[in-house]
């Protein structure tokens, strides 16, 4: 089993449209979590952590769910600058300064 | 200073030559990772360093893969030998970590690399 494993997409939806995903890991043990965007042939730009009890940064929102060793994402009014690869990011212990990444899943927003 | 810089921004190599990277981190970082990465995945780990020390290697990272960071300031990464499979974007991020936690890492723009 993969470390990170995400749904790659793509998740095609119309502007103002809500938009949903996840990430499963397999540790356990992990306890810093994080959601990058990559835009195409750019380098990954962190988007927001996820913290415990789930956060919001404007019209993203992150959640964990340490029982089933998931975070999610979801984009509410979605603009056409939010088309993009969104990259999860996990670590694999207490002790573990280093990330695991997904795949990342392609989003699609068309006017 | 205003990121994490990344030199050159595009390589193209024989297959057999040697290659080098730089990379510079945010000065106040104390971790520097190296990562690669290839169309449709997502960055691979390579290597790490905390300050000056080299903790964590990946088993990605074959012999003929070297990386340093003297002095604990900017690092090289270094590919020996190259083969067509090293064509990637190789990216290198820094990160502060005091103590326990994880603030996430800041990534430079990349080098791609190309292997003819």
């Known amino acids: 089993r993969k470390e990170v494993e995400q749904d790659p997409g793509p998740f095609n939806v119309p502007e103002g449209a809500t938009v949903a995903f996840n990430c499963t890991y397999s540790n356990s043990a992990s306890q810093s979590f994080f959601w990058y965007r990559q835009d195409c042939r750019k380098e990954p730009k962190l988007l927001m952590s996820?913290?415990?009890s789930g956060n919001e940064d404007g019209r993203f929102t992150a959640q964990l769910n340490r029982a089933s060793q998931y975070i999610s994402l979801l984009i509410r009014d979605s603009k056409l600058s939010d088309s993009a690869t969104y990259l999860c990011?996990?670590?694999?212990?207490?002790?573990?300064?280093?990330?695991?990444f997904g795949a990342g899943t392609t989003v699609t927003v068309r006017a | 200073d205003t990121g994490v810089s990344q030199d050159p921004r595009h390589k193209i190599t024989k297959r057999g030559q040697n290659v080098t990277f730089r990379c510079d981190p945010i000065s106040e970082h104390n971790r520097l990772y190296w990562y690669r990465q290839t169309l449709g995945q997502g960055p691979e780990f390579l290597t790490y360093f905390q300050n000056e020390a080299q903790l964590e290697k990946s088993r990605l990272l074959s012999d003929r893969f070297s990386a340093e960071r003297p002095k604990g300031s900017f690092s090289t990464l270094e590919i020996q030998r190259t083969e067509q499979g090293d064509s990637a974007m190789y990216l290198c991020?820094?990160?502060?970590?005091?103590?326990?936690?994880?603030?996430?890492?800041?990534f430079g723009s990349g080098t791609r690399l190309t292997v003819v």
């Open positions: 990011a996990v670590n694999m212990g207490p002790n573990d300064y280093k990330l695991s």
């Open positions: 996820v913290y415990s």
């Open positions: 991020a820094s990160s502060f970590s005091p103590g326990q936690g994880h603030y996430g890492y800041t």
